[in-house]
């Protein structure tokens, strides 16, 4: 079955804490992008992935980190979390960037 | 700068009736545009997409949206609600030559029995 997969799906952590939330896809996609969503702001992408070693900043980078050193795998690195990093992230992938997002089942994350 | 607007936090309609979600958007280029649906508790799933051609573009589930340039609007619509239709949309732009996509604040819709 063709899916985005996320890890955990519930996260409690403590300001400072470094993590990371794991991302994969079965379907070969080019991009990656990981978003977070807020009450009254929507979806805001975070980073973004043309290809393997490939990524850039979205529209809110600040305390976030990302690698792709695989095809498959775009995993969200918090190093140093803080509170206002509390948000439900979800990660999506496509074969293009024009083409529909396939989403992953989101990650709540709550940082104490 | 690409950006969106959901003039309408929520929208209210009745099993049966028509139903039209409100989207704007703002690009220095051509807009790609999509609508994105999400159910309670679940990830989002792409409704239809506008790249070019025909303006009226038609998606899954019986949605449909108009594309207007002048207006530069992207309205979601259905002939006829589902109470299954109830759940939170998306409207997204990409602008040409740009690779991030910018979504909306979302619009809730509640369709009553």
């Known amino acids: 079955e063709a899916q985005v997969t996320q890890n955990p799906r519930y996260l409690i952590t403590v300001t400072g804490k470094k993590l990371t939330v794991t991302c994969s896809q079965n379907?070969?996609?080019?991009?990656m992008s990981w978003y977070r969503q807020d009450p009254g702001l929507g979806l805001r992408q975070i980073y973004y992935?043309?290809?393997?070693?490939?990524?850039d900043k979205g529209d809110v980078p600040e305390g976030y980190k990302v690698s792709r050193k695989e095809k498959r795998n775009f995993p969200l690195i918090l190093e140093s979390p803080s509170p206002n990093q509390t948000s439900l992230y979800f990660c999506?992938?496509?074969?293009?960037?024009?083409?529909?997002?396939?989403f992953g089942s989101g990650t709540q994350l709550s940082v104490l | 700068a690409q950006s969106v607007a959901q003039p309408e936090d929520q929208v209210n309609v009745a099993e049966g009736n028509p139903l039209t979600v409100k989207c704007t958007y703002s690009?220095?280029?051509?807009?790609?545009l999509f609508w994105y649906v999400q159910y309670p508790n679940r990830g989002l799933q792409f409704l239809l997409k506008?790249?070019?051609?025909?303006?009226l573009v038609k998606g899954s589930y019986g949605f449909e949206a108009e594309f207007n340039k002048s207006q530069t609007s992207f309205h979601l619509k259905k002939p006829s609600a589902l109470v299954s239709d109830s759940a939170l949309y998306f409207c997204?732009?990409?602008?040409?030559?740009?690779?991030?996509?910018?979504f909306g604040k979302g619009t809730m819709l509640l369709v009553s029995p």
């Open positions: 999506a992938s496509s074969r293009q960037p024009n083409e529909k997002l396939f």
């Open positions: 379907m070969n996609h080019e991009y």
């Open positions: 992935s043309m290809n393997v070693e490939v990524t």
């Open positions: 690009v220095s280029g051509n807009p790609y």
């Open positions: 506008y790249i070019t051609g025909d303006n």
């Open positions: 997204a732009v990409r602008d040409t030559g740009y690779s991030t996509l910018t």
